[in-house]
Nanobody, 124 residues
Framework: QLKFVESGGGLVQPGGSMRLSCEAS????????IGWARQAPGKEREVVSC????????VYADSVKGRFTIERNNAKNTAYLQMNNLKPEDTAVYSC?????????????????WGQGIQVTVSS
């Protein structure tokens, strides 16, 4: 079973950048596609991005396309989410996610493994 620990969140001004890290343990990280999901106050959780096992294929929600970049380093059992040109509407708790069947899905309900999440606040 995969376990995740997220880091790198905090407060950033609109237009700023932030890089989230997700360190995995407990299973073969390199054999799982890894995603990031977020939950904003008063809103449902949504999948932000997902990356394939070898890092070649990536998918993004329309709301973050062109601003966020997902990456992974299998040697370090770590995934990253680089967030640029942040907007107040990006404020949310961000969590690392994975599906035990090893797919990237557009819906959060299909993911089995979740990190505790980390707060990202975009505000002036």
């Amino acid at each position: 079973q995969l376990k995740f620990v997220e880091s790198g969140g905090g407060l950033v001004q609109p237009g700023g950048s932030m890089r989230l890290s997700c360190e995995a343990s407990g299973a073969a990280f390199h054999s799982y596609p890894i995603g990031w999901a977020r939950q904003a106050p008063g809103k449902e959780r949504e999948v932000v991005s997902c990356i394939s096992i070898n890092g070649v294929d990536t998918v993004y929600a329309d709301s973050v396309k062109g601003r966020f970049t997902i990456e992974r380093n299998n040697a370090k059992n770590t995934a990253y989410l680089q967030m640029n040109n942040l907007k107040p509407e990006d404020t949310a708790v961000y969590s690392c996610i994975a599906d035990r069947l090893r797919f990237c899905h557009p819906d959060v309900v299909d993911y089995d493994y979740w990190g505790q999440g980390i707060q990202v606040t975009v505000s002036s």
